[in-house]
């Protein structure tokens, strides 16, 4: 053990010190490392937990990749089971289901609203929407027959005053006149997302076509592909020689990305990103132009939900900041308070031949065992108010404005231990400056200081 450790060790142990200043200063510097740690544990906590809640609730809705009409919404297009196929033969691609929308009007005795119905079949996955059912059922949808089922929002059913086993008329209107259906709700979802909650239904996908009159079975609204790995960025293709070679998407050719233009090898997976360029390349078998299709990820097709997702990380780092500078002035404080109240020591010290730097070096072990003790208190009081959030929901939120019933408070162990090693870091850091203090202190005059 190095003697500037020793020494730091032996004044921090000692719990009888009759330095009536020092202890003090010791414990409001401890707690201004740990309320600052626990502010950005906290900080981060939300933050991370809003991103992630939303924008799981948004992919729940439509997965990782859109495919859809080049025209826009409300547009057919083709989409076949070989296109199919070729999508789901795209390096990354887990699952492809499709879907068909149409608006409607849907009418009570006292009120009525303007929704859209997506129709879905039985190769839709419902978990999303069975995670977020709040009564009833998902629903029983199939691509064969109509089972004449509805699965409303919670918004809409209040907005209508509906329930589950209520039986509603459905009105459309398109170029074939005024088209009337009946339906029975099946069940209630609540996702507090508004921009879906207050508009968006599901049923059966035979339903919907035959609303929109599309009687070739290879039009669709659109298709939502689930990606395995969303944030992976390479794909491995084979060259001709036979040897499997990484290559970024933007650098291929549509050929190259085409199953039949070149072998695709089991390997590293495409993002979401990729996946949407790789679409993009691929001939989708598209012949008549209006049915020309494109690919967009989630954060494209809903930019203004991402991208004010986007500057909560501006806050974080500003928060961050201020919290990391607190924590360093309460540091560089205490360390020159203790500095002047152990000036006879280190006149001591250096009578007896310390240098100044074995002098600096004990004190900044000594800032570091007090800033340790913060760093401990600070996660215990971090910690524990992201568990009690987590599981008691205690801070409630207007779903209206914020997506969500309460605050969502996602607990990363990584990113905690990267907080207080970037907190240990700079704080020691912010006080080698001051310790030089320490070479100014000579040990004729330090031995009648008081």
């Known amino acids: ?14 719990k009888g010190d009759r330095h009536k200043v020092s202890r003090p200063v010791i414990h409001i510097a401890t707690a201004g490392v740990a309320i600052g740690l626990a502010v950005m544990i906290i900080t981060v906590s ?24 080049l025209m826009g919404y409300s547009s057919e297009t083709s989409i076949s089971d070989s296109t199919l196929q070729l999508l789901l033969n795209v390096e990354g691609v887990e699952h492809v289901q499709r879907y068909a929308d149409a608006q409607g009007i849907l009418k009570t005795d006292s009120d009525f609203l303007g929704v859209v119905f997506k129709g879905v079949d039985e190769n839709y996955r419902m978990d999303f929407l069975r995670e977020h059912l709040t009564e009833g059922k998902t629903g029983s949808f199939s691509s064969e027959k ?23 008329f459905a009105y459309f209107i398109n170029n074939d006149g005024v088209k009337a259906r009946k339906f029975t709700v099946a069940g209630i979802y609540q996702t507090n997302l508004t921009q879906f909650d207050q508009n968006l ?20 609204s659109g298709a939502e592909i689930t990606v395995s790995n969303p944030t992976q960025d390479y794909l491995t293709l084979s060259s001709q020689d036979g040897t499997p070679q990484l290559v970024e998407v933007s650098s291929l050719s549509a ?18 990103d990729k996946v949407s360029q790789a679409i993009k390349l691929i001939n989708l078998e ?40 607190v924590a360093g002035f309460t540091m560089i404080s205490g360390l020159l308070i203790i500095i002047l109240e152990r ?53 409630t939120l207007d779903p209206a404005t914020y997506y969500v019933s309460e605050a969502p408070m996602e ?32 040990p004729a005059r330090s031995m009648r200081y008081e």
């Open 1 to 14: 053990m190095s003697l500037p450790l020793f020494i730091a060790r032996r004044i921090y142990m000692n």
């Open 46 to 69: 939300v933050v991370m937990g809003f991103k992630h809640t939303i924008r799981d609730k948004v992919i729940g809705f439509g997965s990782h990749v859109l495919v859809d009409n």
């Open 146 to 168: 109509s089972s004449n089922e509805l699965l409303i929002s919670r918004q809409i059913a209040d907005k209508l005053q509906l329930k589950t086993g209520d039986r509603l």
């Open 201 to 220: 239904c599901f049923t059966d996908i035979y339903t919907t076509r035959r609303i929109n009159s599309w009687h070739d079975t290879d039009l669709y």
């Open 255 to 272: 050929m190259a990305l085409q199953p039949f233009g070149a072998e695709l090898h089991t390997g590293l997976e495409l993002s979401a």
């Open 286 to 325: 598209n012949e008549e132009p209006e049915h020309a299709m494109q690919s967009k990820t989630m954060q494209e097709a809903y930019p203004q939900i991402f991208h004010w997702l986007e500057l909560l990380d501006m806050n974080v780092w500003i928060i961050l900041a201020l919290m990391v500078c």
């Open 343 to 395: 000036t006879q020591m280190i006149g001591t010290l250096k009578a007896l031949g310390a240098r100044n730097a074995t002098v600096r070096h004990t004190f900044l072990w000594f800032a570091a065992f007090i800033i340790s003790q913060g760093l401990l208190v600070g996660d215990i009081i971090g910690i524990g108010i992201v568990l009690l959030q987590r599981h008691f929901g205690i801070v």
């Open 411 to 442: 607990l990363n162990i990584p990113v905690i231990v990267a907080l207080n090693i970037a907190t240990l870091l700079i704080s020691v850091f912010v006080l080698i400056a001051p310790s030089y203090l320490i070479s100014f202190i000579h």
